[in-house]
């Protein structure tokens, strides 16, 4: 992973840079040791595989030595004289936020790296309840202290949607009895089609797929004719099954 792209200066000091923006989150400078997710501005005394004076996250910490992802994509250790050291503002986590799993000590249901989305703030001392989006323990939830995690940035949000919207997708097509994309003779589905029908609308599914296309669908094209063609899934949205179907016994 390269230098950070993106990373915005906010405030300088006599020339020393004392807070940048990245992903939508505000980043401060600190003294005293790195963490794991703070990011760090390397020095001009800083080479090999590295940019001079560039971004990078801290992806573990011995000591007062930590460890990045240079610009060809290893591990690579700096000491603390390379190095100043930038700290996410803290901004406490609310009910909807999506983040990630810093620390799973006494914790069964998730580990380090997991995605939970917050659905629960009771203020106590572990006062978020979480639903596990990507993990182990994904579609249950977990109770989490404040340390346990950290704000999900811009990137991971969108990965962690994502992922949301693949297991709805997979759980609405699982109840009923079948796997994502699998059609059936006498589907009712919504097409858009240019290259055959030439139009997009809604019709019948009357034979299963062939090869690496998708079903054969029959529907008006825009010739105003009822025709057959294949058309290929990612065209194709399941309006009702077979089997839900009033006029078929």
Same mark, same amino acid.
């Given at each position: 992973?390269?230098?950070?792209?993106?990373?915005?200066?906010?405030?300088?000091?006599? !020339?020393?840079? *004392?807070?940048?923006?990245?992903?939508?989150?505000?980043?401060? &400078?600190?003294?005293?040791?790195?963490?794991?997710?703070?990011?760090?501005?390397?020095?001009?005394?800083?080479?090999?595989?590295?940019?001079?004076?560039?971004?990078?996250?801290?992806? #573990?910490?011995?000591?007062?030595?930590?460890?990045?992802?240079?610009?060809?994509?290893?591990?690579?250790?700096?000491? #603390?004289?390379?190095?100043?050291?930038?700290?996410?503002?803290?901004?406490?986590?609310?009910?909807?936020?999506?983040?990630?799993?810093?620390?799973?000590? !006494?914790?069964?249901?998730?580990? /380090?790296?997991?995605?939970?989305? =917050?659905?629960?703030?009771? +203020?106590?001392?572990?006062?978020?309840?979480?639903?596990?989006? =990507?993990?182990?323990?994904? !579609?249950?939830?977990?109770?989490?202290?404040?340390?346990?995690?950290?704000?999900?940035?811009?990137?991971?949000?969108?990965?962690?949607?994502?992922? +949301?919207?693949?297991?709805?997708?997979?759980? /609405?097509?699982?109840?009923?009895?079948?796997?994502?994309?699998?059609?059936?003779?006498?589907?009712?589905?919504?097409?858009?089609?240019?290259?055959?029908?030439?139009?997009?609308?809604?019709?019948?599914?009357?034979?299963?797929?062939?090869?690496?296309?998708?079903?054969?669908?029959?529907? =008006? !094209?825009?010739?105003?004719?009822?025709?057959?063609?294949?058309?290929? /899934?990612?065209?194709? *949205?399941?309006?009702?099954?077979?089997?839900?179907?009033?006029? &078929?016994?």
């Amino acid at each position: 992973m390269a230098a950070l792209k993106g990373v915005k200066t906010l405030d300088m000091v006599d !020339g020393e840079i *004392t807070k940048v923006a990245y992903e939508g989150a505000e980043y401060e &400078r600190v003294e005293g040791g790195a963490k794991v997710s703070d990011i760090i501005r390397l020095t001009e005394e800083a080479h090999h595989d590295v940019t001079l004076g560039g971004f990078y996250t801290v992806r #573990e910490v011995r000591g007062a030595r930590v460890q990045i992802t240079d610009d060809v994509n290893e591990p690579h250790h700096w000491d #603390e004289e390379y190095y100043d050291i930038f700290r996410k503002k803290h901004t406490r986590l609310k009910v909807g936020d999506y983040a990630k799993v810093v620390d799973d000590s !006494g914790q069964d249901a998730v580990t /380090k790296g997991d995605f939970v989305k =917050i659905t629960e703030d009771d +203020e106590t001392t572990l006062p978020f309840k979480c639903d596990v989006v =990507i993990g182990k323990s994904a !579609g249950g939830y977990v109770w989490a202290r404040e340390s346990d995690l950290v704000h999900a940035t811009e990137a991971e949000v969108t990965a962690v949607r994502e992922s +949301e919207e693949k297991r709805s997708i997979e759980a /609405k097509w699982a109840k009923i009895g079948r796997k994502v994309g699998e059609y059936k003779v006498g589907d009712i589905v919504a097409y858009d089609d240019p290259a055959y029908f030439k139009n997009d609308g809604i019709g019948e599914v009357t034979a299963d797929s062939t090869y690496d296309c998708g079903p054969e669908i029959k529907a =008006i !094209g825009r010739s105003g004719y009822q025709e057959c063609w294949y058309v290929r /899934k990612s065209s194709l *949205t399941l309006i009702t099954p077979v089997e839900a179907r009033f006029d &078929r016994s």
